[in-house]
């Protein structure tokens, strides 16, 4: 009964590949995050959607492009793959946006060969 | 420009020892604080968090101490347990301008280790 679970948990594929990440939420909450962990453990947010409408977007390039189907779910699609991609992808949901607490996913480790 | 300096980057201490680790912030609008948990392999977990109207929070051996006009807070592990091992990041956020999207800003995070 995983709160938020992201799939896979692992990827390994080459510089210059397109892949994705999801991520789904059993919590009922209305707003999902990505954040970004590099190899030195720093965390920083990517995305957030709140009912589906995108109301954080943090200077990511548009090779990354996030998409919400619905308010349980919330994708990241990562075109043309750079060694610098290589860190480990979370997923998060709140109730809110208003202070609200985060929960994470178990994270996607993505390494680029 | 890091927001949220965080301190110090690893920590050792005995079994039934304190930890602290600290957080400065620069940002005077920032108005919720969390403490997250990070276990090897695992999402960061939301551990205590403190709003700035008060100065000091407790949870079981978990304590948040906050300085508003030093624009700092700390942590506070007591009685330390090898269980507690983990790495531990301070946040902060401007959660009550909608537009800001609860938008977390971490700290660089601490690695405590608990010797038996």
């Known amino acids: 009964d995983t709160a938020v679970s992201q799939t896979p948990k692992y990827l390994v594929t080459q510089m210059g590949n397109d892949k994705s990440i999801k991520c789904e939420q059993n919590?009922?909450?209305?707003?999902m995050y990505w954040y970004k962990q590099d190899s030195k453990k720093f965390l920083k947010i990517m995305f957030s959607?709140?009912?589906?409408?995108?109301?954080i977007n943090e200077t990511v390039p548009n090779r990354f492009s996030p998409k919400s189907p619905d308010k349980a779910h919330l994708n990241l699609h990562i075109n043309s793959l750079e060694l610098g991609d290589s860190a480990v992808y979370f997923c998060?949901?709140?109730?809110?946006?208003?202070?609200?607490?985060?929960?994470f996913g178990d994270g996607t480790r993505l390494s680029i060969l | 420009q890091q927001q949220v300096k965080q301190s110090p980057q690893s920590l050792i201490v005995q079994k039934g020892g304190i930890s602290i680790i600290n957080c400065a912030y620069e940002?005077?609008?920032?108005?919720?604080f969390p403490w997250y948990q990070q276990f090897p392999g695992k999402g960061p977990a939301l551990l205590i968090a403190?709003?700035?109207?008060?100065s000091e929070k407790k949870e079981g051996r978990f304590t948040i101490s906050f300085n508003k006009s030093a624009k700092q807070f700390s942590l506070h592990i007591m009685d330390s347990q090898p269980g507690d091992s983990a790495t531990y990041f301070c946040?902060?956020?401007?959660?009550?301008?909608?537009?800001?999207?609860?938008?977390?800003?971490f700290g660089g995070g601490t690695r405590v280790l608990v010797k038996p």
């Open positions: 998060a949901s709140s109730q809110g946006v208003n202070n609200q607490p985060q929960h």
């Open positions: 919590l009922g909450h209305d707003t």
């Open positions: 959607y709140n009912n589906k409408e995108l109301i």
């Open positions: 940002n005077t609008a920032f108005d919720y």
């Open positions: 403190i709003r700035p109207d008060v």
């Open positions: 946040a902060a956020s401007k959660g009550m301008i909608k537009a800001a999207g609860n938008k977390l800003t």
